[in-house]
């Protein structure tokens, strides 16, 4: 067997193979360069979406997406780690296999035994590989992440874990969820920005609408002056008027703008208050049988 002879010619080999290391940490270089100046406007373009006007909304959404934004900060960080040392994998191996080519190495074998193994791997492995990079996407965009509450179409829940290729989700009866970000098609996020309360209260059909809403505006304004409040609202509740009418019954609406996800308990609050305001005052509840509403 003839041992393998290395084609080596001074200066030419190590010059040639000086420029390539050289060519190949100014292309590292650059490449993090780029990643870097990606991940500052990712963060940047993610501030600028948090942003509201001077209103005391904005004071309680600084509260609730100060967290957001260090979350969402150490995620981009993460990711931009993995592309960093990804390039460095990627310059390395083309390093090798060119300095490889200016020892006169048959690449041949090499370049033929990849080539089959990246086609049974990119058969074998393609769902893997979109869910990871759904995972990234997922990630630099901030579509999402822990403890949000989504809602995937098919799974509706509180995130609990993010990864890049599975997002853990708890659904309201505690079941827990494992979803694949490639499988995501579309996601809807309650837990962005702020959340809305809506409640309709029900009273006779026959009843002075007009009557009605004034009660309930006296309702939200209390309500929008309770302290308790303070830190939920993000403005006063609006009385939005006649929502449905029926045989029996009027429904009027109400809606609040809350601080995300504290919308349930004011709904509750809500809905209790109009009703035992509107028994005070007489109005008849939507059975003719039950006479006023109960206080």
């Avoid at 995937?152 to 997002?167: I, M, Q, S």
């Avoid at 009027?250 to 601080?259: L, N, Y």
Wanted: charged share 20%.
């Amino acid at each position: 067997m003839t041992p393998l002879a290395l084609n080596w010619t001074w200066p030419d080999t190590p010059i040639a193979i000086a420029i390539i290391i050289a060519v190949a940490l100014i292309c590292r270089w650059l490449i993090v360069r780029a990643i870097k100046y990606g991940t500052q406007a990712a963060i940047h373009r993610a501030s600028m979406q948090r942003r509201h006007p001077e209103s005391r909304a904005q004071r309680i959404l600084a509260m609730a997406t100060g967290a957001d934004n260090e979350r969402y900060e150490q995620r981009i960080s993460t990711v931009a780690s993995l592309l960093r040392n990804l390039t460095s994998i990627i310059l390395g191996a083309v390093v090798v296999l060119t300095i490889m080519g200016v020892f006169e190495i048959p690449l041949a074998p090499v370049l033929t035994s990849a080539g089959v193994g990246g086609i049974a791997l990119a058969f074998g492995a393609q769902s893997l590989v979109k869910d990871f990079l759904s995972g990234i996407f997922m990630i630099m965009e901030d579509q999402y992440g822990v403890g949000d509450l989504i809602d995937t179409g098919d799974v509706r829940g509180t995130v609990e874990e993010v990864g890049l290729r599975v997002t853990r989700v708890r659904d309201a009866t505690g079941t827990v969820w494992y979803v694949r970000n490639g499988e995501i098609l579309k996601l809807g996020n309650q837990s962005q920005g702020w959340s809305t309360a809506i409640i309709d209260v029900p009273v006779a059909y026959d009843e002075d609408a007009g009557k009605v809403m004034g009660i309930l505006e006296e309702v939200a304004a209390a309500i929008d002056e309770d302290p308790a409040f303070e830190d939920v609202l993000l403005e006063k509740p609006t009385v939005a008027g006649v929502n449905a009418v029926t045989a029996t019954t009027m429904s009027i609406r109400m809606m609040a703008k809350t601080a995300p996800n504290q919308h349930w308990g004011l709904q509750r609050v809500l809905l209790e208050r109009s009703l035992t305001s509107l028994g005070k005052a007489g109005v008849r509840s939507p059975s003719p049988n039950l006479g006023v509403l109960p206080t």
